[in-house]
């Protein structure tokens, strides 16, 4: 089996409330589990605004979440993602082996600063 590391972008809809977007992301996570996938990180960005308005929105919440999946699942995910009317766009790509790294050590960069 052929494991792949991934990032996804989350551009979710202001109308949610903070706890909503925990939730959004929990049943994400729900999803992880039950594909047998591995969580890495999540990092919440808060609301934002947009460079040009989506669906008639000029701001968004934004999430960013890293995670371990066998292709075969992602399939699963993509559903998930366009099934959910709360997600406004959103970007999933693969990360080589260098860029999770790269990720990674920024993320113990940014801790040892905190």
Do not use: C
């Not at 047998?36 to 968004?60: M, T």
């Not at 998930?80 to 082996?97: A, F, M």
């Amino acid at each position: 089996m052929n494991i792949n590391s991934y990032e996804l972008a989350l551009v979710i809809s202001p109308e949610l409330r903070a706890e909503e977007i925990d939730a959004l992301i929990s049943t994400f996570e729900d999803l992880l589990k039950e594909k047998k996938s591995k969580q890495i990180h999540i990092d919440k960005w808060g609301i934002k605004k947009l460079s040009y308005p989506i669906d008639n929105f000029i701001e968004a919440a934004y999430a960013f979440i890293i995670f371990e999946s066998l292709p075969s699942d992602i399939i699963n995910i993509k559903n998930w993602i366009n099934n959910s009317e709360s997600i406004l766009r959103h970007l999933l790509i693969k990360l080589t082996h260098s860029e999770l790294k790269h990720r990674e050590d920024n993320l113990l960069n940014q801790t040892a600063s905190s």
